[in-house]
């Protein structure tokens, strides 16, 4: 067995990876039970340590030029610092984060910085690079959602899943509570080395580990399970899991459709290789979601022939408020289409109608807790439906 793979030890850091104080105290007293950080460093957040002999050995974290990291080409610090490093007794090991590290097990040997006000500057050059990463964090992961779904919060909600986008938020706000929390701390240490105060070498780090490795654990596993999630989320739909085609399913359902439309004919499913297909869906926000698409012929007594597709987006949410909100996403997310253009909505006997057309007729329907969006539209001349008539057949179906 590989001598080496069963010296390692892995350890998660009890403190962030921005907290120099805690992280060198933290290696220093690791050093003491035998365990001594690998030139390998630090990998998916976790240290990864090889055993030895229990001894002394001091941990600085020095400032690197630009971050570092597995993604990063930084190969470390270049070979004249490493020299120089050397010259005090220090030894490079390994890059983390923001910084390299150096250690020593000489205890008369001289520290890296011995100056505060040039340590602050150095300090000063991460805290541009964090003011950056704050604003960054906040445009991408707050304004970029916003813009990209056009506000149809509750929508993606009710397909997606609620505690999937719940999740989300959660990653999307610790994601920007950490770089927060980051520009703050070295916002703080600066002022201490500009106040000619020398670094706490010795912090103690006991105090927070616990609270802070359950928190990095927990962000981990919420992390995995949104992954995980997006992609079962994907496989259903490049599978199309869930869908029921139309010539098999014999349920009953909650609105019309092509043949309650025109009752009067012969109808017949169009068999173009897609849609006709039924697929039911269920959230905490919306007990029951129907997606139905439709497209068929009719032949009418009289040999005129109607076709044309039917496409309702059916939601039963859990409350009228849910509803009336789901109504204004959708007709928001119509009004950024660029084909949109509204039509005369006919007089419904509902809470909320708005009749526009996106290449199509389609109509958003509200009432009570039930949100609709229908689309309808007929290739046919000889037999067509008025707007008027198939939204008042809708609605007297629906409500």
């Not at 910084?99 to 000063?124: G, K, S």
């Not at 079962?232 to 909650?254: F, Q, S, V």
């Not at 007990?287 to 497209?295: D, G, K, L, Y």
């Not at 076709?307 to 309702?312: D, I």
């Amino acid at each position: 067995m590989n001598e080496k793979r069963v010296r390692r030890v892995y350890r998660l850091p009890p403190c962030p990876d921005y907290d120099i104080e805690g992280i060198e105290s933290w290696l220093g007293d690791m050093a003491e039970t035998g365990l001594f950080l690998s030139r390998d460093g630090f990998f998916l957040g976790f240290a990864i340590f090889e055993r030895g002999e229990a001894r002394q050995v001091r941990y600085r974290l020095d400032v690197a030029p630009r971050k570092t990291g597995w993604l990063s080409d930084d190969t470390g610090p270049d070979e004249e610092e490493r020299n120089l490093g050397a010259s005090f007794g220090w030894e490079y090991v390994a890059s983390f984060g923001q910084f390299y590290i150096y250690r020593t097990e000489d205890a008369n040997a001289r520290e890296l910085h011995t100056d505060p006000q040039v340590q602050a500057l150095a300090i000063n050059q991460i805290r541009r690079r964090e003011r950056g990463s704050v604003v960054t964090s906040l445009l991408f992961w707050l304004v970029w959602p916003f813009i990209y779904l056009n506000g149809t919060w509750l929508l993606v909600m009710f397909e997606a899943g609620t505690w999937f986008v719940l999740i989300a938020l959660f990653l999307l706000l610790w994601a920007c509570a950490g770089a927060v929390a980051r520009a703050v701390h070295f916002r703080r240490m600066r002022k201490k080395l500009l106040r000619g105060e020398a670094l706490d070498h010795g912090k103690k780090w006991r105090r927070r580990a616990v609270r802070h490795r359950i928190s990095s654990i927990l962000s981990v596993v919420c992390c995995l399970a949104w992954i995980l999630a997006l992609l079962c989320l994907w496989a259903e739909d490049l599978e199309d899991a869930g869908k029921i085609p139309l010539e098999t399913y014999t349920g009953d359902l909650p609105f019309a459709t092509i043949a309650d439309l025109i009752p009067e004919g012969r109808y017949a499913l169009d068999d173009i290789g897609f849609s006709n297909t039924v697929e039911f869906g269920s959230d905490w926000l919306a007990p029951s979601i129907i997606h139905w698409a439709e497209i068929a012929t009719v032949t009418l007594p009289d040999g005129r022939v109607f076709s044309g597709g039917l496409y309702v987006d059916y939601y039963e949410t859990a409350s009228p408020w849910l509803a009336r909100e789901a109504a204004r996403e959708l007709t928001r997310a119509a009004r950024h289409s660029k084909y949109f253009s509204e039509l005369e909505t006919p007089e419904l006997d509902v809470s909320y109608a708005q009749a526009y057309s996106d290449m199509f007729p389609k109509l958003i329907l509200q009432e009570g807790n039930l949100v609709v969006q229908i689309e309808f539209y007929q290739t046919s001349e000889a037999y067509e439906l008025p707007l008027a008539e198939w939204t008042q057949r809708m609605v007297e179906s629906l409500f």
